[in-house]
């Protein structure tokens, strides 16, 4: 990577839950190969952390224009039918994330009504669920800043930046 690129704050976010994810698990195999016993608190953990790891990414993808697509009829189509395909793609990815950020808002909302405890280790589930939402609109940031960048210069690999 060149010394003027910026490395956004997702792609940091992914690093750290990957490299938490491999020490909570390395440590699990390794006492419980040493004394039969493990911890508990690794699935919830990891779990929760490969949540984050998951939107983290996507949040990267969208913004770099490296996220799963079909692209056969973009290849196709000429520069004012391209803008309108991708406005659409950006209205669904839109409206989905809208979804599960309201959705994940409302849940996360509704678990810290009802002071619900993670059944693993008594949490309150509320601190793992109020990522949902968060993460689901910085997807959305993300991928409004590549629809942007599409329509002024079309379908060109975005360089990472924040």
């Not at 690129?5 to 938490?20: R, T």
Request: with cysteine; glycine share 6%.
């Amino acid at each position: 990577m060149s010394k003027n690129k910026k490395i956004p704050f997702e792609s940091w976010l992914g690093v750290i839950a990957l490299a938490c994810i491999c020490l909570i698990s390395l440590a699990n195999v390794i006492v419980r190969y040493a004394t039969d016993v493990s911890f508990a608190f690794t699935e919830e953990y990891s779990v929760f952390l490969m949540v984050v790891l998951a939107f983290a990414g996507a949040a990267v993808a969208a913004r770099t224009n490296e996220h799963i697509r079909i692209s056969l009829i973009e290849h196709h189509l000429g520069k004012k039918a391209k803008c309108f395909f991708y406005t659409l793609q950006w209205l669904g990815s839109i409206i989905v994330l809208g979804l599960v950020a309201w959705y994940g808002g409302v849940l996360t909302w509704e678990e810290y009504t009802y002071e619900s405890l993670s059944p693993g280790l008594g949490y309150p589930t509320w601190i793992y669920l109020i990522w949902l939402p968060i993460l689901s609109l910085t997807i959305m940031l993300r991928c409004t800043q590549n629809w942007l960048e599409r329509l002024r210069y079309g379908d060109v690999e975005v360089e990472e930046q924040s």
